[in-house]
T-cell receptor, first 113, second 107 residues
Framework: KAGVTQTPRYLIKTRGQQVTLSCSPI?????VSWYQQTPGQGLQFLFE???????NKGNFPGRFSGRQFSNSRSEMNVSTLELGDSALYLC????????????FGPGTRLTVL | KNEVEQSPQNLTAQEGEFITINCSYS?????LHWLQQHPGGGIVSLFM???GKKKHGRLIATINIQEKHSSLHITASHPRDSAVYIC?????????FGTGTSLTVIP
């Protein structure tokens, strides 16, 4: 089975721009969660989607949004980028919802200049 | 206030040493996860456990739900074990993560 894939792997944007990141879960997995990882804050939960519905959202501003499609693929969007949004964005998929075992993708490294 | 505390933050060991990483949490949980992150970012789930002990190769994870504490042990450590180890606690509908333990195993 193919693992979780994320595109793009690296991205450079400037302040004020917006960005869309994509995540394809393992086949058969219906839950996709997104996380932000920074050196200062570590791993932080962004949101989880299951069957196209957002189940929960972490403590992030409304500039961070996401969606899930009928094939379980998910996208997250960050609008009006700030320097502090520079981070590794990871998605993870699982068969069921949290707290099921999660399988992580390689991440998208976003740099905001 | 951190829901999950890990110790130590950094750990250097000689190849072959027995290693212990600790995780304490303050929230009620049904299970705890141990994750491994290698340089470059990829994260692998090592264990999900809700009671007792689990073993996979040279890795052993234990949890005491009453004391809200878990440990990850590595026996006969090897340089390829060098990575960041993170404990993750699911509560409600999301995960809380420890800050990670950076392990370096020297040949």
């Amino acid at each position: 089975k193919a693992g979780v894939t994320q595109t793009p792997r690296y991205l450079i944007k400037t302040r004020g721009q917006q960005v869309t990141l994509s995540c394809s879960p393992i086949s058969g997995h219906r839950s996709v969660s997104w996380y932000q990882q920074t050196p200062g804050q570590g791993l932080q939960f962004l949101f989880e989607y299951f069957s196209e519905t957002q189940r929960n959202k972490g403590n992030f501003p409304g500039r961070f949004s996401g969606r899930q499609f009928s094939n379980s693929r998910s996208e997250m969007n960050v609008s009006t980028l700030e320097l502090g949004d520079s981070a590794l964005y990871l998605c993870a998929s699982s068969l069921g919802v949290v707290p099921n075992e999660q399988f992580f993708g390689p991440g998208t490294r976003l740099t905001v200049l | 206030k951190n829901e999950v505390e890990q110790s130590p933050q950094n750990l250097t060991a000689q190849e072959g040493e027995f290693i212990t990483i600790n995780c304490s949490y303050s929230v009620g949980i049904s299970a705890l996860h141990w994750l491994q992150q290698h340089p470059g970012g990829g994260i692998v789930s090592l264990f999900m456990l809700s009671s007792g002990k689990k073993k996979h190769g040279r890795l052993i994870a234990t949890i005491n739900i009453q004391e809200k504490h878990s440990s990850l042990h590595i026996t006969a450590s090897h340089p390829r074990d060098s990575a960041v180890y993170i404990c993750a606690v699911p509560t409600g509908n999301q995960f809380y993560f420890g800050t990670g333990t950076s392990l370096t195993v020297i040949p």
